[in-house]
């Protein structure tokens, strides 16, 4: 038992308080105090209860034997031990803990017998008081040491990312070594073949290698190329870069399918950055979805702004691994090719664009990647759902 050195009519302070102020963190603090206050009132028992906001309250700590424990209790702003949340308790007493009248906490005391002197009321005060004091220095000390955790992960995020940015500028020069070849041999080839399934193979293949040299050449400026003053149709760049993912679904037996409007919308941008967004999405769809799944590309229209929506049939994403999904080189499976900053870069993208992408998934039941978009000539009334 800890001695409480408060005789009455002095204005000493209880020995509890000190024991109260030598707490090393929160849990001991808490657990000190229930002791302290348990023996100061003379309770059968002591319930600490932390609140959560004007409605909840959570048990943290306790002492002696109470009648019945509820780890939550809906509190609703009542101190009243005969009020419907307290009532099950039998308690005598319930004592706000608070500092310059916010409230964090509140100790229920337990039945005792005879009555409370006015010397104890006050030890009881001045243990709140101490309490409140020693809670809301702890929590100072815990917000600090939250900001300085949070600056030293910003600074390790700016080093991965001025690492990761001279890293794809490597690889953008590298890659553009090989894009060219590449470019000049689809010219030749196109005037050496001529049957029309050739020649639409060689146009597409033409095509998407201009799209990467574009790409990487924009890469060797910047990570990720400013918004243009230009725009693009939307549906006609959707339905270009799905004629070419047809090809590589139908190879893995993979099915695609389109939800497109039949009107035009036009949003902010250039094409190879929306060329950019799109192969990253439909690429991870058909990395992450077996064989026999499915593909979805849809567009949905609102007032004003498009969702654009690629779902598929995979694998899904852990809740862990989607909290962090668009950091830059966070993957879930290492089994799969990838070095985990094609979302990174999407996201960059987009928000250059004034867009947004979110995802929902769940393990097991596949995937869908929203993207949001400003449109510049929305679509008439009668085709917003």
Same mark, same amino acid.
């Given at each position: 038992?800890?001695?409480?050195?408060?005789?009455?009519?002095?204005?000493?302070?209880?020995?509890?308080?000190?024991?109260?102020?030598?707490?090393?963190?929160?849990?001991?603090?808490?657990?000190?105090?229930?002791?302290?206050? =348990?023996?100061?009132?003379?309770?059968?028992?002591?319930?600490?209860?932390?609140?959560?906001?004007?409605?909840?309250?959570?048990?943290?700590?306790?002492?002696?034997?109470?009648?019945?424990?509820?780890?939550?209790?809906?509190?609703?702003?009542?101190?009243?031990?005969?009020?419907?949340?307290?009532?099950?308790?039998?308690?005598? #007493?319930?004592?706000?803990?608070?500092?310059?009248?916010?409230?964090?906490?509140?100790?229920?005391?337990?039945?005792?017998?005879?009555?409370?002197?006015?010397?104890?009321?006050?030890?009881? #005060?001045?243990?709140? #008081?101490?309490?409140?004091?020693?809670?809301?220095?702890?929590?100072?000390?815990?917000?600090?040491?939250?900001?300085?955790?949070?600056?030293?992960?910003?600074?390790?995020?700016?080093?991965?990312?001025?690492?990761?940015?001279?890293?794809?500028? =490597?690889?953008?020069?590298?890659?553009?070594?090989?894009?060219?070849?590449?470019?000049?041999?689809?010219?030749?080839?196109?005037?050496?073949?001529?049957?029309?399934?050739?020649? #639409?193979?060689?146009?597409?293949?033409?095509?998407?290698?201009?799209?990467?040299?574009?790409?990487?050449?924009?890469?060797?400026?910047?990570?990720?190329?400013?918004?243009?003053?230009?725009?693009?149709?939307?549906?006609?760049?959707?339905?270009?870069?799905?004629?070419?993912?047809?090809?590589?679904?139908?190879?893995?037996?993979?099915?695609?399918?389109?939800?497109?409007?039949?009107?035009?919308?036009?949003?902010?941008?250039?094409?190879?950055?929306?060329? =950019?967004?799109?192969?990253?999405?439909?690429?991870?769809?058909?990395?992450?979805?077996?064989?026999?799944?499915?593909?979805?590309?849809?567009?949905?229209?609102?007032?004003?702004?498009?969702?654009?929506?690629?779902?598929?049939?995979?694998?899904?994403?852990?809740?862990?691994?989607?909290?962090?999904?668009?950091?830059?080189?966070?993957?879930?499976?290492?089994?799969?090719?990838?070095?985990?900053?094609?979302?990174?870069?999407?996201?960059?993208?987009?928000?250059?664009?004034?867009?947004?992408?979110?995802?929902?998934?769940?393990?097991?039941?596949?995937?869908?990647?929203?993207?949001?978009?400003?449109?510049?000539?929305?679509?008439?009334?009668?085709?917003?759902?």
């Amino acid at each position: 038992m800890h001695e409480i050195n408060f005789a009455a009519g002095s204005q000493e302070t209880p020995k509890g308080c000190h024991l109260i102020r030598q707490a090393r963190n929160l849990p001991d603090l808490f657990e000190r105090a229930a002791s302290i206050f =348990q023996e100061t009132s003379g309770a059968t028992y002591v319930l600490i209860y932390l609140l959560a906001g004007d409605e909840e309250a959570i048990e943290i700590s306790y002492a002696g034997t109470p009648p019945t424990r509820s780890r939550e209790l809906p509190w609703r702003g009542t101190h009243d031990p005969r009020s419907a949340p307290w009532r099950s308790l039998q308690a005598s #007493k319930i004592l706000p803990v608070e500092h310059l009248r916010r409230p964090y906490a509140l100790v229920v005391l337990g039945p005792r017998e005879g009555d409370r002197s006015a010397t104890e009321s006050l030890a009881l #005060k001045r243990l709140c #008081k101490t309490t409140a004091e020693m809670l809301e220095q702890t929590l100072l000390e815990t917000r600090a040491l939250a900001a300085d955790f949070q600056e030293q992960r910003a600074n390790r995020h700016h080093q991965q990312a001025k690492s990761l940015g001279q890293r794809l500028r =490597q690889v953008s020069h590298d890659l553009r070594n090989h894009l060219v070849p590449m470019l000049y041999a689809t010219e030749e080839l196109q005037e050496i073949l001529s049957a029309p399934d050739a020649l #639409k193979l060689i146009i597409n293949l033409e095509r998407q290698i201009r799209l990467a040299d574009q790409l990487s050449k924009e890469s060797l400026t910047a990570l990720v190329p400013a918004a243009t003053p230009g725009r693009t149709e939307l549906v006609a760049v959707c339905r270009e870069i799905a004629e070419h993912w047809q090809r590589v679904f139908a190879q893995h037996q993979q099915t695609l399918a389109l939800q497109l409007p039949d009107h035009e919308i036009w949003v902010d941008g250039d094409p190879s950055q929306h060329h =950019q967004v799109l192969g990253n999405l439909l690429s991870n769809a058909h990395k992450y979805t077996p064989r026999g799944g499915s593909i979805r590309l849809s567009i949905r229209m609102h007032p004003d702004h498009c969702l654009l929506e690629v779902s598929d049939s995979g694998r899904g994403i852990a809740p862990l691994v989607r909290k962090r999904l668009f950091e830059a080189c966070v993957r879930e499976h290492a089994s799969i090719e990838g070095h985990g900053v094609g979302l990174t870069n999407v996201q960059a993208v987009l928000k250059g664009l004034g867009g947004s992408i979110s995802v929902t998934s769940r393990p097991g039941r596949g995937s869908c990647f929203q993207v949001r978009l400003r449109t510049l000539c929305g679509a008439p009334r009668s085709l917003i759902p």
